[in-house]
Structure formats: structure tokens, C-alpha cells
């Protein structure tokens, strides 16, 4: 069911894009919404269960250290996603298939489900409604560079497995399982990334908006009440 949940959130993106085609500012308001989630959990769950299995300062540290290039590594995939990650795309549209775009989203899901296995279900719900603007972004984009509905969709399933795949591997294969507190700092990194970019966006020439401010602290209310 938990990988259903992951593939089924991107379908759901691709879906309001097909049939409901989504105003820009449904997409923003669950944008702000997801990341408010997923800098939530991040804060409240993913820092304090690193930190509690760190035995010494010199782990500390390590932990730090590897959080920080979490955020570089994410920089650098946004170099060649163009910011799909965190709602929008800045290219043109496209003529050739934007295949740098894709592996760098593919690599950004597949890392996201790394650490699923390690923690509550609060990850794994947030991650799911990470999915839905960007499954809306992805879709969107694929089909205003004239991709055919075929073609978008075969990608779009790509993409739909790999925070499965990474879940899977994460909790399957030993390695990962033994280094799996300091994968969750680097993706604690890739988290606070995006999240952060995400409400800073949010917020258009810095003017207070309502909305956008009340889906925000949604986010921020639910992961509170589902504390556990």
C-alpha cells in the first residue's frame, strides 16, 4: 500500500493536469501546502531520530557535515532540473526530449524514498503529497512542448516508481539499512532544500497572502497533531 500511495500521488498530479487542468493558483496553494508538510516533518521527526542515534560529538558532526551536502547535492540537481522539484520549470518549450531534467528528477524521487522505512508514516505522507504539484509540473511541461499524451504518460510512470524503488532499496538491500542515519542526514539536506525554496517562492515580491500563509500552516498543524 505504501508504494501505491508514492505512485498513486503522481498519477493524481498527471490527472488534474488531463481532465481538470489546475489554475496556477490551486498549484501554488498545494505547493506551499507540501512544503510546509515536508519542512515539518523534516524539523520534527527526521533531525531528532538522526541525532538520538548519533553516540558521540564526533557523529554530531559527521551528521552536520553530510546535511550540508544534502543541500549542495540538491543545488546542483536543480542545475539541471530547472526547479521542477519545487513547482515550475524555467525553460522554454522543448523540442528534443529534456532527458538531463528527467534523470535529475528521477534521482531527486529515488533519494526521497531512501529513508521511508526508517521513520513514521509522516515521511511517507508528506513525500506523497510532495509528488502532486510536481507530477502537475512534469505533466504540464511534457505536454506544452507538443509531447504526445503516450510519450507523457510512459514518462511520467518512469518517474513514479523511483521514490518506490528507493524505498524498496532502502529497506531490501543491507548496505543501506547500515548507513541508512547518514543517507537520512544527505536527504535531510535534500529536504530542507527544497522545502525552504519552496516557501520562499511562495511568497510573491514578500507581500503577506492569506492563502498561501493558511496552507502553509496547515501543513505546519498537521504534522504537529500527528506527532507521536
Same mark, same amino acid.
Given at each position: 500500500?505504501?508504494?501505491?500511495?508514492?505512485?498513486?500521488?503522481?498519477?493524481?498530479?498527471?490527472?488534474?493536469?488531463?481532465?481538470?487542468?489546475?489554475?496556477?493558483?490551486?498549484?501554488?496553494?498545494?505547493?506551499?501546502?507540501?512544503?510546509?508538510?515536508?519542512?515539518?516533518?523534516?524539523?520534527?521527526?527526521?533531525?531528532?531520530?538522526?541525532?538520538?542515534?548519533?553516540?558521540?560529538?564526533?557523529?554530531?558532526?559527521?551528521?552536520?557535515?553530510?546535511?550540508?551536502?544534502?543541500?549542495?547535492?540538491?543545488?546542483?540537481?536543480?542545475?539541471?532540473?530547472?526547479?521542477?522539484?519545487?513547482?515550475?520549470?524555467?525553460?522554454?518549450?522543448?523540442?528534443?526530449?529534456?532527458?538531463?531534467?528527467?534523470?535529475?528528477?528521477?534521482?531527486?524521487?529515488?533519494?526521497?524514498?531512501?529513508?521511508?522505512? +526508517?521513520?513514521?508514516? #509522516?515521511?511517507?505522507?508528506?513525500? %506523497?503529497?510532495?509528488?502532486?504539484? /510536481?507530477?502537475? !509540473? &512534469? @505533466?504540464?511541461?511534457?505536454?506544452?512542448?507538443?509531447?504526445?499524451?503516450?510519450?507523457?504518460?510512459?514518462?511520467?510512470?518512469?518517474?513514479?516508481?523511483?521514490?518506490?524503488?528507493?524505498?524498496?532499496?532502502?529497506?531490501?538491500?543491507?548496505?543501506?539499512?547500515?548507513?541508512?542515519?547518514?543517507?537520512?542526514?544527505?536527504?535531510?539536506?535534500?529536504?530542507?532544500?527544497?522545502?525552504?525554496?519552496?516557501?520562499?517562492?511562495?511568497?510573491? +515580491?514578500?507581500?503577506? #497572502?492569506?492563502?498561501?500563509?493558511? %496552507?502553509?500552516?496547515?501543513?505546519? /498543524?498537521?504534522? !504537529? &497533531? @500527528?506527532?507521536?
Amino acid at each position: 500500500m505504501n508504494y501505491l500511495l508514492l505512485i498513486g500521488a503522481v498519477f493524481l498530479g498527471s490527472t488534474f493536469v488531463f481532465f481538470i487542468k489546475p489554475n496556477k493558483l490551486f498549484t501554488k496553494l498545494l505547493l506551499a501546502f507540501s512544503g510546509s508538510y515536508l519542512l515539518s516533518v523534516t524539523v520534527l521527526h527526521l533531525l531528532p531520530e538522526v541525532y538520538a542515534d548519533a553516540k558521540d560529538h564526533t557523529q554530531f558532526h559527521t551528521i552536520g557535515i553530510l546535511i550540508l551536502i544534502g543541500i549542495l547535492i540538491q543545488s546542483v540537481l536543480e542545475s539541471f532540473s530547472k526547479g521542477a522539484e519545487h513547482g515550475h520549470v524555467h525553460l522554454s518549450e522543448q523540442k528534443t526530449f529534456p532527458w538531463l531534467l528527467f534523470v535529475s528528477l528521477c534521482i531527486h524521487a529515488f533519494s526521497e524514498g531512501l529513508p521511508i522505512h +526508517n521513520t513514521n508514516a #509522516n515521511l511517507l505522507f508528506a513525500i %506523497a503529497v510532495h509528488k502532486i504539484p /510536481i507530477a502537475v !509540473v &512534469l @505533466t504540464s511541461f511534457f505536454l506544452s512542448s507538443k509531447f504526445s499524451k503516450k510519450t507523457t504518460l510512459l514518462f511520467v510512470a518512469i518517474f513514479s516508481i523511483m521514490s518506490p524503488l528507493g524505498y524498496f532499496l532502502g529497506e531490501k538491500v543491507a548496505w543501506f539499512s547500515t548507513h541508512h542515519d547518514k543517507i537520512s542526514a544527505l536527504i535531510i539536506g535534500v529536504f530542507l532544500h527544497i522545502s525552504t525554496i519552496i516557501l520562499f517562492e511562495t511568497t510573491e +515580491n514578500h507581500k503577506f #497572502n492569506i492563502q498561501k500563509f493558511t %496552507a502553509i500552516l496547515l501543513g505546519f /498543524i498537521l504534522t !504537529v &497533531l @500527528t506527532m507521536h
